[in-house]
């Protein structure tokens, strides 16, 4: 096993690349396949890794930079690993009206974690989010897909508690 | 005695808690031995009533219970088993009778709680797919003059007349045409299309099929928002339903006419909510904004003549072609017809969505239905119009929403959020949060927009920080007239409104250290 521990790491990379690769070429058939194409593979690698973008441009016959400017626009996409869940906290201005400004600015402490980093044990990234379509009864926060409503410093994290998978 | 329960899955539901009073009400039926039939139906949007619990039983229709918390479930099962239920705690009566919803005027929200939203047998009952059919009757050109009849402007917040828009898409020569719909609903504020999307997807599916048939269009595109997972799953589910009855795809309603539908997911821009970025963003670009023209309606998706739509616009086609043009405007007043989704949130006792006719007051609709802020203190400010629409002081409150009122008053209606903030709100940060906003989220094609919004914010953080001087003042009133002027956008065009109306209607929030505010404000 030892002498070998360089052959996961290499199998890992050849993986990543094959699902670009694969994932592009399903969705270049389809006209303006880029954004879908990037959501599946981050959905299945959790990142965009920078250095297959140009297994992507190929597959759409554009430039690295044409992607990288894409990848780079949308708030969404990630180019670096990161944690498989995530937590973000409403900052707009329905949820600023129902106390969200003291939920982001307490957060941090409550959680030990700053937002756009991952907790160091948790497995989430904690982020920042405007308008969830939870405005009648914010501030709300999302965790994963679910979105909870009227959430405090002091509801948080029992709520995280339940809600993130360790 | 046969019992229906219903239980809503929206998002704002479930956020308060529907799920767990649905696995519990489960849990204690069975403990009962009740009967009954379980339906998660989409929300009426009485989100100060939610977790509803509504029960249909024998004669009585349908009855409410809300907001039903988790340790209310057992004693509300006890009671329909049992008898009593007149005097539960939670007990609100039949559906119909509940004031916050009967005094709406229903027209794209009707059926919206009704039923299991993809359950397409159930929207057929409900009068669903009648606007379809009698639009399969109809010539596309007269088609398009029932929109005009209708008076409809658009929903998503520019107000423009739908008729006319379709009218430029149905003249334009294109052997390919497209409908899209704007889903992107980004505003702060708002979460009608979110709702209708949950609870009544068939309603949009079926007004665009009747607007791809209005201007010949044989494929359409809803552009969906990231951060609204429920909606995705109920549009695809219902786009696949619709599909396999044969109301969508290369021969609907057995009509020869093809039309196919697409959801494709945004990936957070709220500058894409914008028609142009959002059509690059569908094409797979950077979501920068066009100039136009040429318009969307001449050269749009993939260059092609295309309708860009907010999703209540569309919804409402599908009501105007069931009962005319005319029925839909007999509502409204002036040049705002027919009813308008508000959508009142922030700190508001009871939110949620208030259809009624254009022209109601905005303090009606923030103390009947919204019942005074959820803090309990005085109303401060009113956001109207989402995040590029102005702040509103308390003594503003009687303005009739209307798109005319509200531009009277140097605001707009936009897509009809409601925001409302209490006394303990500060508008030099809620000013610093609208440039703040603008600077994150511009495309960054045009330098007022770009430069202007980091300018713009420099200067508010000062006067949060209060340490701003009165020349800043001015800078900042001269950075608004930039960008209002030179902008590409409204996105740069219109965050000025926000800043404006908070420095104008709340002066004493925006000290200086030299205290020459006052003469600031003159000498501009
Ligand atoms: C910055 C910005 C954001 C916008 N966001 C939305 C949006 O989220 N949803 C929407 O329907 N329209 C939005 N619009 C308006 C659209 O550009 C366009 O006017 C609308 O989709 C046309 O549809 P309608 O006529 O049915 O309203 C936005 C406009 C701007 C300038
Ligand atoms: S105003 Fe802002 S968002 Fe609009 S085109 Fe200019 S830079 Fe882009
Ligand atoms: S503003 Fe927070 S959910 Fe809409």
């Known amino acids: ?166 | 005695m046969t019992i229906t329960v219903y239980i809503s899955q929206d998002t704002t539901a479930v956020a308060v808690g529907a799920e767990r009073v649905a696995t519990a009400f489960v849990q204690a039926a069975l403990n009962a031995e009740l009967n009954y039939t379980l339906v998660r139906n989409g929300s009426r949007g009485a989100f100060g009533l939610e977790p509803l619990i509504e029960i249909e039983m024998g004669a009585q229709g349908r009855l409410a219970f809300g907001p039903v918390s988790v340790a209310d479930v057992p004693s509300l099962v006890t009671a329909i088993t049992v008898g009593g239920y007149e005097r539960h705690s939670n007990y609100l009566g039949p559906v119909s009778t509940i004031p916050w919803l009967e005094n709406q005027t229903r027209i794209t929200f009707k059926r919206c709680g009704e039923g299991a939203p993809t359950d397409l047998a159930n929207y057929r009952a409900l009068g669903g797919y009648r606007g379809l059919e009698h639009a399969l009757t109809l010539s596309p050109q007269a088609i398009v003059d029932e929109i005009k009849v209708s008076g409809l402007r658009g929903r998503g917040g520019a107000a423009f007349p739908t008729g006319i828009k379709w009218q430029t898409v149905l003249d334009a020569q294109g052997e390919q045409k497209y409908i899209v719909c704007n889903a992107d609903e980004g505003d702060s504020g708002t979460f009608a299309d979110r709702l209708l999307m949950e609870a009544d997807p068939y309603q949009l599916i079926e007004g665009m099929t009747i607007s791809g048939l209005a201007v010949g269009a044989t494929k359409g595109f809803i552009y969906l928002r990231s951060e609204y997972p429920r909606a995705q799953k109920m549009l695809e589910r219902a786009i696949d339903v619709a599909m396999a009855e044969g109301y969508l795809g290369a021969d609907l309603c057995r009509s020869g006419q093809r039309f196919e539908l697409e959801v494709r997911m945004g990936a957070g821009s709220y500058i894409c909510g914008e028609e142009t970025a959002l059509l690059n963003s569908l094409e797979g670009k950077r979501g920068v904004v066009r100039a136009k023209p040429p318009l969307p309606a001449i050269e749009g998706l993939f260059g092609k003549p295309t309708v860009v739509n907010n999703v209540l616009t569309l919804a409402s086609v599908s009501s105007i072609l069931a009962d005319g043009g005319a029925e839909y405007a007999r509502h409204g007043v002036d040049r705002s017809k027919g009813t308008m989704p508000l959508q009142l949130a922030g700190n508001t006792k009871n939110g949620g969505l208030v259809e009624v006719p254009f022209g109601v007051s905005l303090t009606i609709v923030i103390n009947e239905w919204g019942g005074g802020t959820r803090s309990g203190r005085p109303v401060r400010a009113v956001q109207v119009g989402g995040p590029l629409g102005a702040y509103l002081s308390s003594d503003q409150l009687d303005v009739p929403l209307t798109y005319e009122a509200l531009a009277g008053l140097g605001g707009m209606l936009g897509h009809g959020g409601i925001v409302v903030f209490d006394d303990t709100v500060d508008m030099a940060k809620q000013a610093h949060f609208a440039m703040d906003f603008c600077a994150k989220e511009s495309c960054g094609k045009c330098t007022p927009c770009r430069i202007g919004a980091v300018r713009g914010r420099e200067v508010l953080e000062r006067v949060v920080d209060s340490t701003a001087s009165s020349n800043d003042l001015i800078l900042l009133r001269e950075l608004c007239e930039t960008m209002e002027q030179a902008s590409l956008c409204a996105m740069g065009g219109l965050t000025p409104l926000p800043v404006k109306s908070a420095m104008d209607n709340f002066p004493e929030d925006f000290g200086v250290i030299d205290n020459q505010y006052e003469v600031a404000a003159c000498t501009v």
Do not use: W
């Not at chain 1, 303006?32 to 297959?52: D, K």
């Not at chain 1, 996409?77 to 990161?82: A, D, E, I, L, N």
């Open chain 1, 1 to 166: 096993m030892l002498s070998n521990h360089s052959l996961p790491v290499k199998a890992m990379k050849a993986s990543v690349e094959k699902t670009v690769e694969q994932t592009a070429a399903k969705h270049a058939v389809s006209q303006g396949g880029l954004l879908p194409c990037l959501h599946e593979i981050q959905a299945e690698l959790g990142y965009i890794p920078n250095a297959h973008l140009e297994n992507i441009a190929t597959a759409f016959s554009l430039s690295t930079a044409e992607v990288h400017g894409v990848v780079t626009f949308y708030h969404d996409f990630r180019t670096s690993p990161s944690a498989p869940q995530s937590i973000q906290i409403c900052c707009a201005e329905a949820c600023q009206a129902s106390g969200s400004r003291e939920l982001e600015a307490g957060v941090a402490g409550v959680l030990g974690v700053e937002f756009d980093e991952t907790h160091p044990t948790d497995n989430y990234r904690l982020e920042r989010v405007y308008c969830l379509g939870n405005c009648a009864c914010g501030p709300s926060v999302r965790i994963n897909d679910d979105v909870y409503g009227r959430v405090d410093l002091a509801s948080l994290p029992q709520l995280v508690t339940e809600a993130v998978q360790s």
